[in-house]
């Protein structure tokens, strides 16, 4: 299988008329629905009081970061956001994680580029859940990653790139394997985003980035395992 539909055709994009540059009017965020309908009335968000969690609060604040201070991150910050997207608890059952998967196949790798972690070098690793330890892969230019992520450079500290390894899903679900990859790095994305606000870091994600150059960036084939998302992270002003 090419699995082509979850592969980023951001390069066609350049030279697409959309809609919107014809001035086409921009769809409702919103199905519409009858004017007589039966609407019923929901709590405000500033007044929900359940448990009064720190996580829901955390959650009103999550926003896509993309200026980011100096501050170099710690290898704590890092282990932190590691553990949240796809950390495993008990080694002993790696199919049990942070993030959920469909059927526990977690077709996902991860993989880092580090700018400014201390102690750590400027390089590209990969992220090995089972040990939670760091797999150094080698030095790489900033300037392919930034060509690579269509021009996208927020001077973050560190950058996550989620791969996939397709048949590690189709082995169970065969063509089914696509939609669950996306919605697995749907999954692990957002997880970075709420371990971020809760702890003075922030991220973007990043959909728009160029297939083939990124694949050729991490080393890896485009086909038995290719990219799929992206995310800057970097230190918040307090």
């Known amino acids: 299988m090419e699995y082509n539909v979850i592969k980023s055709n951001w390069h066609l994009f350049r030279t697409t008329v959309t809609d919107q540059n014809k001035g086409v009017p921009m769809p409702p965020y919103e199905k519409e629905y009858p004017n007589d309908s039966v609407l019923i009335d929901l709590i405000p968000y500033d007044e929900i009081t359940i448990g009064n969690n720190p996580v829901y609060e955390t959650i009103l604040k999550r926003r896509s970061r993309r200026r980011f201070t100096e501050e170099p991150m710690t290898i704590m910050d890092l282990s932190y956001l590691l553990i949240a997207t796809q950390g495993i608890i008990k080694p002993s059952r790696p199919m049990f994680r942070t993030s959920p998967s469909g059927g526990a196949r977690h077709g996902l790798e991860t993989y880092l580029y580090v700018e400014n972690v201390t102690g750590l070098e400027k390089s590209l690793y990969r992220y090995l859940p089972i040990e939670n330890k760091l797999l150094w892969i080698g030095n790489k230019p ?68 160029l297939q083939e150059e990124l694949d050729k960036f991490l080393h890896v084939d485009g086909k038995k395992e290719f990219a799929i998302y992206a995310s800057p992270v970097g230190k918040l002003k307090e």
Request: net charge neutral; charged share 20%; aromatic share 12%.
């Open 142 to 209: 900033k300037e392919d990653l930034t060509k690579a992520l269509a021009g996208q450079d927020f001077n973050p500290a560190v950058t996550f790139i989620w791969t996939v390894v397709p048949y590690r899903i189709a082995w169970r679900y065969a063509h089914a394997a696509e939609k669950l990859a996306l919605l697995d790095v749907g999954h692990v994305c957002q997880n970075l985003y709420i371990a971020c606000e809760a702890a003075r870091m922030g991220t973007c994600a990043i959909g728009a980035y």
